[in-house]
C-alpha cells in the first residue's frame, strides 16, 4: 500500500522464473486500484505483465524475446501499451559484466508506434 498524500492506493503482483540448462523464462504481473503515473497521482486502475524468454547459444552469447502489457486504465480499454522485444546479451565476465543490444517495437492504441534500439552495459561490483 502507498500514496498518503491524496490518495491512498494498494498494488499487488506476482513474479515466477524458471530455468532449465541454457534455457529461462520469467513472468510478472501488477494491478494497482492507483499510483503515481508519469503525469500525476491517479486513483485509475492499472494492470501490466511481462514475460522474458532466453536461450545461452554459447556460454558468452544468449539470445532473449520478451513481451510487455501496460493497461494504464482499466476503465478505458482502448489504451493498451505493448512491447516486443528481441535482444542478444554477451557477457564479457558472467553477470557481473555483459553487453546488451535490444530491439523493441512499441505498438500503442493512443500513441504513435516507435522503435528503439537499446544498446548498454551491466557492471556489478
Known amino acids: 500500500t502507498a500514496g498518503h498524500n491524496d490518495i491512498d492506493y494498494f498494488v499487488t503482483g506476482a513474479y515466477a522464473v524458471y530455468e532449465y540448462k541454457k534455457f529461462f523464462a520469467n513472468f510478472g504481473w501488477a494491478k494497482a486500484d492507483g499510483y503515481n503515473g508519469a503525469r500525476k497521482l491517479t486513483s485509475d486502475k492499472a494492470e501490466g505483465f511481462y514475460t522474458t524468454l532466453g536461450y545461452k547459444v554459447h556460454p558468452k552469447v544468449q539470445f532473449l524475446a520478451r513481451y510487455d502489457q501496460y493497461t494504464p486504465n482499466l476503465n478505458n480499454s482502448d489504451d493498451i501499451r505493448r512491447e516486443y522485444s528481441a535482444g542478444i546479451n554477451y557477457f ?34
Do not use: E, M, P, W
Not at 543490444?101 to 534500439?117: A, P, T
Open 92 to 125: 564479457i565476465k558472467g553477470q557481473a559484466l555483459k553487453l546488451i543490444l535490444n530491439y523493441v517495437f512499441c505498438q500503442n492504441d493512443l500513441f504513435k508506434d516507435s522503435h528503439r534500439i537499446i544498446l548498454g552495459t551491466q557492471l556489478i561490483l
